[in-house]
């Protein structure tokens, strides 16, 4: 087995221009080693260590965005001052992502390229219209989040690319937010059904936004569209949060048809997307 690590981005492109070779990349390895565990790579297979890559591994602000390092861990952004303001959906994700052992080895990067249908960053970071900054062969890309996936564990992502940033605008004082997982147990638990909202009323509690993305209901994350242009323009509450609810439920049943689980994962979603909008309504 071949192992590179490159200390810096620019021998990590160097190494990416090397398509002979065709990379597992290891950043924080919370997903990487379970799996190698089950399935050993193969003696000529090259693992690239990207967790030396200064570069990407802290959270910046510039212009009113957010520029997250692909190696910033889920602790870094639970604990960031500036995210629990200008992104609190996305600190109270992290928060939630395992065991503080995981929080403190786990990367956001990871996150998303992993792709686990459960992964709890992907459904906040769909609402705050973040974009992934991928780094390749050819040089640098970028890719809207919602657009990143083809299904779970199959990002849009080519051999020898590597997320290496991901980019959101700050959310202002009247967009209120929220994420809520539910999970078999309250804490140390993988997401059954995830949901993030982001939502701004005016001063008669009218709806003028609404940005909402559950995780674990469709075949690959999305906004939906249909439940948020139902609720535009109508006033916030708990009765039309019912029915965006339902709306959403009914979209799941429509793109992944009825199967053993939707008898559960019906009414939950539905509970869960009224929940979610709660929340944020409620936000301080």
């Not at 030396?52 to 190696?71: D, H, P, Y």
């Not at 503080?100 to 992964?119: E, M």
């Not at 009323?201 to 609404?210: G, H, M, S």
Request: charged share 25%; aromatic share 6%.
């Amino acid at each position: 087995m071949h192992y590179h690590r490159p200390q810096n981005i620019n021998i990590l492109q160097e190494l990416l221009q090397d398509t002979n070779r065709e990379y597992t990349i290891l950043a924080g390895g919370t997903d990487l080693m379970v799996e190698m565990r089950q399935k050993p790579l193969p003696a000529e297979a090259h693992i690239l260590d990207i967790s030396r890559v200064t570069e990407i591994s802290s959270i910046k602000e510039e212009n009113n965005q957010f520029i997250l390092g692909a190696l910033v861990t889920h602790q870094q952004l639970a604990e960031s001052i500036a995210i629990q303001k200008y992104a609190p959906l996305l600190a109270v994700a992290c928060r939630q992502v395992g065991s503080l052992q995981i929080r403190n080895r786990g990367t956001i990067g990871g996150n998303i390229t992993n792709a686990s249908p459960c992964a709890d960053t992907v459904p906040p970071l769909i609402v705050l219209n973040a974009e992934v900054e991928i780094l390749g062969p050819q040089g640098t890309r970028t890719a809207a989040i919602e657009d990143f996936f083809d299904k779970p564990y199959f990002p849009r992502i080519k051999p020898n690319e590597v997320v290496t940033r991901i980019r959101f605008k700050k959310l202002v004082p009247h967009q209120k937010s929220a994420f809520f997982k539910l999970g078999r147990r309250k804490a140390l638990a993988i997401s059954r059904i995830n949901m993030a909202a982001i939502l701004q009323v005016d001063e008669n509690n009218i709806i003028k936004e609404v940005r909402l993305a559950p995780g674990s209901v469709f075949p690959a994350w999305k906004r939906v569209h249909e439940a948020e242009q139902f609720l535009t323009g109508k006033t916030a509450n708990e009765n039309n949060f019912n029915e965006a609810g339902r709306i959403t439920s009914e979209e799941m049943i429509k793109i992944s048809g009825r199967r053993w689980s939707t008898p559960y994962k019906e009414p939950v979603t539905a509970a869960l997307v009224r929940r979610t909008l709660m929340l944020a309504l409620e936000q301080e």
